[in-house]
């Protein structure tokens, strides 16, 4: 009883205890040495499941030897090769134990010893031809192995046993890797066997999205709608048919304000503003957005952000920063908006703000690198303060090493304090590990004032032939007074 109890109360260590005492006081009870066996396992000692397992087998009992590879990739080669001995001492003592016949399988695929696992199989199969795990496993091996049929064994056993609903099941979702079409009919067969049941449904929806029958994908959210099940996962992907058609996009954005919380909030939230943003409509999207953060207070943060992004992106900066003051207003701790509107700040010339702000989240992290970067690539790029942006560049140095945006930092203001070759030193880092065309730029800079111009002109087409409308790569050759041969976009 204490057993079962401190499991129902989510107590493992005492109920490992209390098992560890029912096992002592009644050793011949299966039930007791079953769940020492799973309790042990779980706590990651599996050596020690594996008697009272053992023991489970002996008594004539059914023991589920396939949960000891728990955490089998985890353990050590010393103890893969113990459990393994023991598995094989086991099988040779029940040698038509099927559930140690899988577990000799399933080690030998986690050993990447495929033709052997293969053989086990074929054997359990001799015993229990449909065997649901060993179809599973067999499955996923003439996957791997690239086999024409491999799920011939299971398409038979479905047709021995149409209602094996939970075979079905993991059958049309490997199905959906490759051959789209057959899943769809596999999970239809599902969902007229369970016709409410939602997660069919729903799979059945996006499958059928994907397959680009809209119609038929409408029809089963609207059916989901109905049942009120997964209604926000219904709302959002009848959102998406609707923004997709392009026809009625105001009832694209019904859907998305009725997507109230799950995994597709955000996204309905960010397609929602988008759309209103790109027809005008910036107040009524601000004005939604409010609303959201004064009932989602966890996460206004976010809702935040999402807006100024929406914003910058439609080139309204002006609107972003009055967002993103009301944000620091309500959320003055909040290290990712200031560090926003810092870069806004930067960009609108405000280097005032820019500074106050990078300079408020340094005091509150000293060991923010991007924070400190940023500081000091500004200083470098957009004052003469050259001496203050070397000393914090070199701060974040020390704390990213390898950041590609801190040696392109320092070799920046390197180059602004004369000192060529150890900037190119770091320029070169920084442009062999994060190819941008603004490292581009800079590297290309500093070879062209040393001399090394059909250098600098490689870098610079290099990275023209990525972006060749690049700014900051534009602004460059310009000032140079540099002509490269136009790059085909």
Avoid: C
């Avoid at 000091?376 to 957009?382: D, E, I």
Wanted: charged share 25%.
């Amino acid at each position: 009883h204490t057993t079962h109890l401190a499991q129902f109360m989510k107590r493992e260590p005492e109920a490992l205890a209390a098992a560890q005492l029912w096992v002592e006081l009644e050793p011949d009870n299966l039930e007791a040495h079953s769940t020492l066996s799973t309790l042990l396992v779980r706590r990651g000692r599996v050596l020690e499941a594996m008697p009272h397992l053992a023991q489970v087998t002996r008594g004539g009992g059914d023991a589920p030897f396939p949960i000891v590879l728990t955490g089998f990739d985890k353990m050590s080669t010393t103890d893969q090769e113990t459990l393994e001995e023991r598995v094989s001492q086991l099988t040779e003592e029940f040698p038509n134990n099927t559930q140690l016949m899988l577990t000799q399988a399933l080690i030998l695929a986690e050993w990447n010893r495929a033709e052997q696992a293969m053989n086990r199989l074929m054997a359990l199969f001799k015993l229990e031809p449909f065997h649901y795990q060993a179809l599973l496993l067999e499955a996923k091996l003439l996957l791997e192995r690239g086999h024409k049929e491999p799920f011939r064994r299971i398409a038979a056993a479905l047709v021995a046993s149409p209602d094996d609903s939970r075979l079905r099941l993991q059958y049309a979702r490997l199905l959906t890797r490759d051959n789209i079409s057959a899943a769809r009919e596999q999970f239809e067969i599902l969902s007229a066997q369970s016709p409410e049941d939602g997660d069919l449904l729903f799979s059945l929806a996006l499958i059928n999205r994907e397959m680009d029958d809209s119609t038929a994908a409408k029809r089963l959210l609207e059916r989901l709608l109905e049942l009120e099940k997964r209604e926000n996962d219904a709302r959002y992907y009848l959102g998406r048919i609707a923004e997709e058609d392009g026809e009625n996009l105001e009832l694209a954005v019904s859907h998305y304000m009725k997507v109230t919380a799950g995994r597709d909030f955000m996204s309905a939230n960010h397609r929602l503003g988008r759309i209103l943003v790109r027809t005008g409509q910036s107040e009524r999207n601000h004005a939604y957005l409010d609303q959201l953060r004064n009932t989602n207070a966890d996460q206004r943060e976010q809702l935040y952000a999402l807006e100024v992004e929406l914003l910058t992106n439609a080139n309204d900066d002006e609107s972003a920063m009055a967002v993103l003051n009301q944000a620091l207003v309500e959320l003055p701790h909040s290290t990712s908006l200031r560090y926003s509107r810092s870069m806004l700040a930067e960009q609108r010339d405000n280097l005032e703000l820019m500074e106050s702000d990078l300079r408020a989240i340094i005091v509150g992290e000293p060991d923010n690198a991007t924070a400190l970067n940023a500081l000091g690539y500004s200083l470098a790029n957009r004052t003469e303060r050259y001496d203050e942006a070397l000393a914090l560049i070199t701060q974040a140095l020390e704390l990213s090493p390898e950041e590609p945006a801190v040696l392109d930092s320092m070799g920046w203001v390197l180059y602004h304090q004369g000192r060529y070759q150890e900037a190119l030193e770091y320029l070169t880092r920084a442009y062999s590990k994060f190819p941008d065309p603004e490292v581009a730029a800079h590297l290309g800079e500093v070879l062209w004032v040393v001399g090394e111009s059909k250098a600098a002109v490689r870098v610079w087409q290099g990275a023209l032939l990525k972006q060749p409308d690049h700014q900051i790569l534009r602004a460059t050759l310009k000032r140079l007074d540099v002509e490269l041969p136009e790059v085909n976009k």
